[in-house]
């Protein structure tokens, strides 16, 4: 079936330095979102991606979609402690479904 | 933006009763919804999509008449988890998607069931 895998599932850094996760489809996707969820929340929408090699940015968040439309990153700027959560990656297949696949997330901690 | 109101937040009940989670939107209409699990520290499980005025549509491996779903308007949805037991204990998660705006999916609160 259709998976998204994304890497890495933990990471773990201080405050000031980068963070970039990854997000790989054994199929082509129509369009990548990208969700956070804080610790006992909900998932909460950031971004689209639509277009093949389409980058994004949201002050410190880059959000790049490739050109295969199979995967996407997201790279945080200089973390901040309020950068805290589990990031995931999700998209719709080709052909119209709406069905939302979703990578397995990257925790996200940062040490102040 | 787009809102999704789920009730409740939380709920324990005893098993073998069953428990109805509520899944609203707000200030949209919805034709489609979806009901997710996730268990602690990992993914949303695609349980089923809720389809207005039709049946809605399982996830392979998922019981239909353990996760009863009714989407009777186009602003409700429900899941009824009949005969709980405490493997059904999880955190359930509806979504819903306002296609007049560029808001990706809009998720509900998550309800946390603990069956005991």
């Known amino acids: 079936g259709q998976q998204v895998m994304q890497i890495p599932q933990y990471q773990h850094v201080q405050e000031g330095e980068d963070f970039t996760t990854y997000c790989n489809s054994s199929t082509t996707l129509s369009n990548i979102q990208w969700y956070k969820q804080r610790p006992g929340g909900h998932p909460v929408f950031l971004i689209q991606?639509?277009?093949?090699?389409e980058v994004k940015k949201q002050k410190r968040l880059t959000f790049q979609f490739g050109e295969a439309k199979k995967n996407s990153s997201l790279h945080i700027t200089a973390t901040q402690t309020t950068d805290v959560g589990t990031y995931f990656c999700a998209g719709n297949l080709q052909g119209g479904s709406e069905k939302l696949v979703f990578g397995k997330g990257t925790k996200l901690t940062v040490n102040p | 933006g787009a809102v999704v109101s789920q009730h409740p937040s939380w709920v324990i009940c005893k098993s073998g009763t069953s428990v109805k989670i509520e899944c609203r939107s707000l200030?949209?209409?919805?034709?489609?919804m979806f009901w997710y699990r996730q268990f602690p520290k990992q993914s949303l499980m695609l349980m089923a999509t809720?389809?207005?005025?039709?049946?809605?549509?399982?996830e392979q491996g998922v019981e239909k008449d353990k996760f009863l779903i009714n989407h009777a308007s186009l602003t409700l949805s429900t899941l009824t988890v009949t005969s709980a037991h405490p493997e059904d204990s999880s955190f359930y998660i509806c979504?819903?998607?306002?296609?007049?705006?560029?808001?990706?999916?809009?998720f509900g609160s998550g309800t946390r069931l603990t069956v005991v």
């Open positions: 979504s819903a998607r306002d296609w007049r705006a560029y808001y990706g999916y809009t």
């Open positions: 809720s389809n207005e005025g039709s049946k809605a549509t399982y």
């Open positions: 200030d949209f209409q919805a034709t489609t």
């Open positions: 991606l639509v277009k093949s090699g």
